[in-house]
């Protein structure tokens, strides 16, 4: 169907169509989210697919939705610069509202939002297209996409504190990776938010949470000798990552149980990675 069809289906409100299956409607969607062009993709399919997961229209199908957008989180992953991110990183946050919504009302088996979890979690690390912003193209975005979904799983009550404390392990991971750009386009922020929905959960401890700020200062502090290269590429996405935790902490809403004593644990790391600037004067 044409862009025509769906501009219709906006300006009458999101109602479903009824001269057409609904999965007909859907299959369309999502062929759509990985289209190169904006219009579609951002500003039709993934609008129109939210907004009926969220309507309750696939309530009995919600399952089979959340596994066709994992199953799109594996198209042509490990590619560079190739127009298949989008459908990666669309499929990633219809994912996430698959899952927002199960946690509104219980929709999906316990097993199914761990396969999700798992497969959310294969995806992010195996992501090599970093980028956010594209010309001509809009937002790829694959790592805040990826974070806006675990973010999503962190709330569900499928997940306790083990698999809580393995999305943590998932976000430093992701955070020291060797990558050939940093994030520049927000990415930390919407992992500290992943990050402080996990904490809001009041499960997972300090002893926990202090060995894991320590592996990210670890990266943080490091810098290669490249030559021909940007030194903070290495150690650069942990730093700006707990710069953001930090803020977050400090200054974001519904503060978790732990921010007290992990606020001091991160301003810990901060020095120790910022010596230059946070060291105490003699």
């Avoid at 499960?203 to 490091?222: D, H, N």
């Amino acid at each position: 169907m044409s862009g025509s069809y769906w501009k219709q289906v906006h300006a009458a409100g999101l109602a479903v169509p009824e001269d057409r299956p609904l999965d007909d409607l859907t299959a369309e969607l999502t062929r759509m989210l990985g289209d190169p062009d904006p219009e579609l993709r951002d500003g039709m399919a993934y609008p129109t697919l939210s907004t009926w997961v969220r309507r309750g229209v696939y309530d009995d199908l919600l399952t089979g939705l959340g596994d066709g957008m994992a199953a799109g989180l594996a198209v042509r992953v490990g590619e560079v610069e190739d127009d298949g991110v989008f459908r990666r990183s669309y499929s990633a946050r219809v994912l996430g509202e698959c899952i927002t919504r199960d946690n509104q009302r219980p929709l999906v088996p316990s097993g199914k939002m761990l396969e999700w979890g798992d497969r959310l979690a294969t995806w992010l690390l195996r992501e090599r297209d970093l980028r956010g912003f594209v010309p001509g193209q809009g937002w790829a975005h694959a790592v805040a996409h990826g974070a806006d979904a675990l973010g999503a799983l962190a709330g569900s009550p499928h997940l306790e504190q083990p698999e809580l404390t393995v999305l943590l392990d998932v976000v430093a991971d992701r955070l020291v990776l060797p990558v050939d750009r940093l994030f520049t386009n927000g990415e930390p922020d919407r992992l500290a938010q992943a990050v402080l929905r996990v904490l809001r959960r009041d499960v997972v401890p300090l002893a926990i949470l202090e060995p894991w700020v320590a592996r990210l200062a670890a990266a943080a502090g490091t810098r290669s000798s490249y030559d021909d290269r940007d030194p903070h590429l290495v150690g650069g996405n942990a730093e700006a990552f707990l710069r953001a935790l930090y803020l977050q902490l400090a200054l974001g809403p519904r503060p978790p149980a732990v921010r007290s004593d992990l606020l001091l644990v991160v301003v810990d790391a901060l020095r120790a990675t910022n010596p230059e600037y946070l060291a105490p004067r003699a």
